[in-house]
């Protein structure tokens, strides 16, 4: 699972809270920007595990390879992707456990 962080741009989230460089309110509204849909936590959990189960894969492939003698797979290249698939399953893992934990939670709660 790739994180990819961009840098914070102050300038565009100056513009986008609807005030002036220098922090004052400006004195027209903001034309709206057209409607970009965020990814939502679904959409972002759906692809987190269709890339641990492509590295699973990955390492699986690999192993048969090693088993098979293949002389282009080296020992090393296919433990470095078991641990990759190992620590994806569980981080992934640990989002499902929190999840029902927050999911139990809010299950008990008083209304």
Sequence with gaps: MQVQLRPFNF????ARAGLTPAGQPLGSP???????????????MTQALKS???????ASRLQREVQLDNP????????VSMQKAQIGFQAALQVRNRLVSAYSEIMNMQV
């Design 52 to 58: 641990v189960s492509a590295q699973q894969n990955e």
């Design 11 to 14: 300038a565009e989230a100056v």
């Design 72 to 79: 282009t797979v080296s020992l090393e290249e296919t433990m």
């Design 30 to 44: 903001v034309a709206p920007k057209p409607e970009v849909k965020a990814p939502s936590f679904g959409d972002a």
